[in-house]
């Protein structure tokens, strides 16, 4: 399926939605059910559709699956309308943030991102994020913000606050949360500061971490594209826990802050744990000195409750399991950390970092070269476990956790 034009127009109190696909013999798409289904037609006649709701884990609100029924592969054009509110959308005076993947979610296959454009028509004197001004079609004319035909954002110009520095652009609308974006700006300085001491200077990337203050917490992340651009969203709809969010956010950019060090590794095999591990491990040792403890305490029990159901680090077929290179890894190296100290687990990580070419196989070779043959064993031999042995409840593990837990508090 391909997502060929995504049209929005203002309809009274709803948006109007026109969407242009081309899809496959028998293929469907997702609509949220927020939004109504008015009409699916192919060369301006309606074609009939079967509906039914979707696979629960791809909506976070339910959905439905709406298969046209085609004679052969072609152009069809949904016409649908409602407030983009509910999944991962937002929709207040002065900035409406436009979620399209609860229009044109494909089938649970390869799930990647489709270039394409998007018009906006209505709401006079709003702007999108990212765009041009068609002065033809009188429309602004985007593919979202940082290139992502997901994340659609359009808002009044004057509520539009920012504060950046050399890494990061914060963009938010309520003046209130000045002081808690200052903070961000601070902390990712800091964080840079400590990495580059701890393993190395690097150049920063031509494009900045951009992070939107909309709530959408539940979709918080970030993604390359160019030369590093990073992109997240930071404010939970509980305005009260604004607080503890900005804590979240700081371990969210130590991690993304992180693959400036930890990247290079195949991000399509299992080689990818070492650009995961590399970075959340980097997150780690900076909550460690510095916190929220909290965090750091949520984040190693997790991950020990949540590890070893997880396939191995080393697929039999050689593919990304994206829950184990994300988790197993990181595991691995708490494993290390508790058996051979926290020393130990740094040196990995600045050989790991300075690695001319990122592969486990250099990894192993750098340690059996600068530690010891006996640990380059020792991790290889993990590469292939589900299980380090690492439980929640083991007595000794608690106390390391509550230990390092009070280290970053102090």
């Known amino acids: 399926m391909k997502v060929i034009h995504l049209q929005l127009f203002e309809q009274t109190s709803d948006l109007l939605f026109r969407?242009?696909?081309?899809?496959?013999?028998?293929?469907?798409?997702?609509?949220?059910?927020?939004?109504?289904?008015?009409r699916v037609v192919s060369q301006d006649e309606e074609i009939a559709l079967e509906a039914r709701p979707s696979e629960p884990r791809l909506f976070r609100s339910a959905a439905r699956k709406i298969t046209p029924r085609i004679v052969q592969a072609g152009e069809i054009e949904i016409?649908?309308?409602?407030?983009?509110?509910?999944?991962?959308?937002?929709?207040?005076?002065?900035?409406?943030?436009?979620?399209t993947y609860s229009v044109y979610y494909p089938q649970p296959k390869t799930l990647s991102l489709v270039q394409f454009p998007l018009t906006y028509q209505g709401r006079p004197g709003q702007v999108m994020l990212e765009g041009q001004w068609d002065e033809a079609q009188n429309t602004w004319?985007?593919?979202?913000?940082?290139?992502?035909?997901?994340?659609?954002?359009?808002?009044?110009?004057?509520?539009?606050?920012?504060?950046?520095?050399?890494?990061?652009?914060?963009?938010?609308?309520?003046?209130?949360?000045?002081?808690?974006?200052?903070?961000?700006?601070?902390?990712?300085?800091q964080i840079l500061?400590?990495?580059?001491?701890?393993?190395?200077?690097?150049?920063?990337p031509q494009r900045k971490m951009i992070s939107l203050d909309i709530p959408d917490y539940r979709n918080a992340g970030a993604f390359q594209r160019g030369e590093w651009t990073f992109y997240t969203r930071i404010l939970p709809e509980?305005?009260?826990?604004?607080?503890?969010?900005?804590?979240?956010?700081?371990?969210?950019m130590a991690h993304e802050l992180g693959h400036l060090w930890f990247t290079g590794a195949d991000v399509s095999?299992?080689?990818?744990?070492?650009?995961?591990?590399?970075?959340?491990?980097?997150?780690?040792?900076?909550?460690?000195?510095h916190g929220p403890a909290w965090l750091l305490k949520q984040?190693?029990?997790?991950l020990v409750s949540t590890y070893a159901p997880l396939r191995p680090i080393r697929t039999p077929e050689g593919k990304n399991d994206?829950?184990?290179?994300?988790?197993?890894?990181?595991?691995?190296?708490?494993?290390?950390?508790?058996?051979?100290?926290?020393?130990?687990?740094?040196?990995?990580?600045?050989?790991?970092?300075?690695?001319?070419?990122?592969?486990?196989?250099?990894?192993?070779?750098?340690?059996?070269?600068?530690?010891?043959?006996?640990?380059?064993a020792e991790i290889e031999k993990f590469l292939d476990q589900a299980d380090f042995g690492l439980r929640r409840e083991d007595p000794i593990l608690k106390e390391w956790i509550e230990a390092v837990s009070q280290a970053s508090a102090e």
């Open 269 to 289: 095999s299992w080689e990818d744990w070492l650009n995961e591990t590399g970075a959340e491990w980097a997150c780690l040792r900076y909550l460690m000195k």
């Open 238 to 252: 509980d305005c009260s826990q604004i607080q503890k969010h900005a804590d979240q956010m700081i371990g969210l």
């Open 322 to 376: 994206a829950k184990s290179i994300h988790q197993k890894g990181t595991a691995l190296f708490l494993k290390l950390a508790f058996d051979h100290g926290m020393t130990v687990v740094d040196q990995i990580l600045s050989l790991l970092a300075n690695l001319t070419v990122k592969s486990t196989a250099a990894l192993l070779e750098a340690i059996r070269r600068e530690l010891s043959p006996e640990l380059a």
């Open 193 to 204: 500061m400590e990495y580059r001491t701890a393993y190395g200077a690097r150049k920063l």
């Open 19 to 38: 969407c242009q696909l081309y899809l496959e013999k028998g293929e469907s798409f997702w609509l949220s059910d927020q939004l109504t289904l008015g």
């Open 141 to 189: 004319l985007s593919s979202g913000l940082a290139g992502d035909p997901g994340n659609v954002v359009i808002y009044k110009p004057e509520s539009k606050l920012t504060q950046e520095n050399a890494a990061a652009q914060f963009a938010y609308f309520n003046p209130d949360e000045t002081e808690i974006i200052s903070r961000m700006v601070e902390e990712v300085e």
């Open 299 to 302: 984040k190693l029990n997790t």
């Open 79 to 99: 016409e649908y309308q409602g407030q983009p509110a509910g999944w991962g959308n937002v929709n207040r005076t002065d900035l409406l943030a436009l979620n």
